[in-house]
């Protein structure tokens, strides 16, 4: 039968560390810093969300941490530069590990974030009667939908009256 050490069962229930346990304890803690740890992995890891990243401190990029997602270090090496504040790098088939060259492309972050909303978005992208500009619209307005925008339907109005549009 496991025995129960929680709460009032454990031993050292209303105890304090003395200061000197402290001081042991981080002593022996130091021991085990990133070299010295038993499962150190080179400065190597991947993230929750899936990204590999490396310990890189003094990039420019680094998070507090002194971690820097591969992407951004392949990337910048592909580009003989830093990236700029405004610019993040695409994972072109969409494989967060993926970190080739061929596979990354570096993006402002606008246009960063329109490709990605593009994979989300549930309706479908039109070609605007007059203008020929490409546009989303919802799936409930998909039937409906000619023109891109306000000044587009007006114009079509206006041509549709006259009979130059069918």
């Not at 992208?125 to 203008?131: A, D, E, Q």
């Amino acid at each position: 039968m496991p025995v129960n050490n929680k709460g009032e069962n454990n031993p050292m229930y209303g105890k304090k560390h003395s200061e000197e346990s402290k001081r042991k304890m981080a002593e022996s803690r130091k021991k085990y810093k990133r070299e010295n740890h038993p499962q150190w992995k080179g400065g190597v890891r991947i993230t929750s969300n899936g990204y590999i990243e490396v310990l890189v401190p003094d990039h420019h990029r680094a998070r507090g941490n002194g971690y820097v997602f591969e992407h951004i270090l392949v990337a910048e090496a592909a580009i003989n530069r830093r990236l700029s504040p405004n610019e993040q790098v695409h994972h072109v088939n969409k494989i967060k590990t993926d970190n080739r060259p061929e596979n990354l492309q570096v993006v402002d972050i606008a246009e960063h974030a329109r490709m990605h909303a593009k994979e989300r978005r549930q309706g479908k992208y039109l070609k605007c009667v007059i203008c020929l500009k490409e546009f989303y619209r919802k799936p409930s307005h998909v039937s409906k939908a000619k023109c891109c925008s306000l000044k587009c339907v007006g114009h079509y109005t206006h041509l549709k009256k006259k009979g130059k549009l069918a």
